[in-house]
């Protein structure tokens, strides 16, 4: 539905509004009507004020591509959901510490690794799965979450030879926390659906290898971590 606002004049308060409701899907002109005396006749001058002609192209085009972001995120959000709904019942019977949880939104699925801060991390992508082991623990410093990285990257050849393949490892120096991940899981949300299966059984193996390969060391490397706080 358009809307057209006419009159002789428009206040700032006024345009500022249409402004700001027409970059929230309305479509709302101002038009600004003068008239001049001709003698024997009256001539109505008609300008519109917004969108101007000039920028009104631009306007359309931005709104359409408003419009579709908006429908992709949703549509993301709606396969997400979906992927996890499936996942989740799966992955609480081979690993039960995510027995539990719900489908969400988000991109991930995270649980307790046990010790406070360390948390196992499932996660999906467009297209493209993998999981990581996330170490935030807030101690005012970060010091906690670097010394267990420092601890676990101490013993990477051994982490990665139980896990069968070579992991990403980020320090994080820049941030708080410190992650360990494999991202090189195929298939994720835009993926054809009978693909799904296959991807989802990959991220559970994944983490039971993931878990197996960490947990060995977790206790040693909190033990040093809070030692050295």
């Known amino acids: 539905m358009r809307i057209v606002l006419v009159a002789a004049d428009f206040s700032r308060e006024l345009t500022t509004t249409v402004l700001w409701l027409n970059k929230r899907e309305l479509d709302i002109r101002c038009v600004r009507l003068k008239p ?5 006749e009256t001539i109505i001058d008609a300008q519109q004020v917004i969108p101007l002609p000039e920028a009104e192209d631009y306007m359309v085009r931005e709104k359409a591509k408003d419009q579709a972001a908006r429908s992709e995120g949703a549509d993301r959000h709606a396969l997400r959901r979906a992927f996890w709904a499936e996942f989740l019942p799966q992955a609480a019977k081979a690993t039960p510490r995510f027995a539990g949880r719900s489908p969400g939104d988000a991109h991930y699925i995270a649980v307790s690794a046990g010790p406070n ?3 196992y991390v499932y996660c999906v992508w467009l297209n493209q799965s993998g999981l990581e082991f996330y170490i935030d623990r807030d101690d005012g410093s970060g010091a906690f979450n670097k010394a267990v990285f ?6 990477r050849a051994e982490i990665e030879a139980a896990y ?4 990403g490892w980020e320090r994080l120096d820049t941030k708080r926390a410190s992650r360990i991940f494999d991202d090189s899981i195929p298939g994720g949300i835009r993926s054809p659906r009978d693909q799904w299966p296959a991807a989802q059984k990959g991220m559970i193996d994944a983490m039971l290898r993931f878990e197996k390969a960490l947990t060995p060391h977790l206790a040693a490397a909190v033990a040093k971590a809070e030692a050295g706080s």
């Open 117 to 119: 801060g360390l948390r």
């Open 36 to 40: 001049y005396d001709n003698g024997t």
């Open 164 to 167: 069968g393949r070579p992991l």
């Open 150 to 155: 420092d601890y676990l990257d101490s013993k």
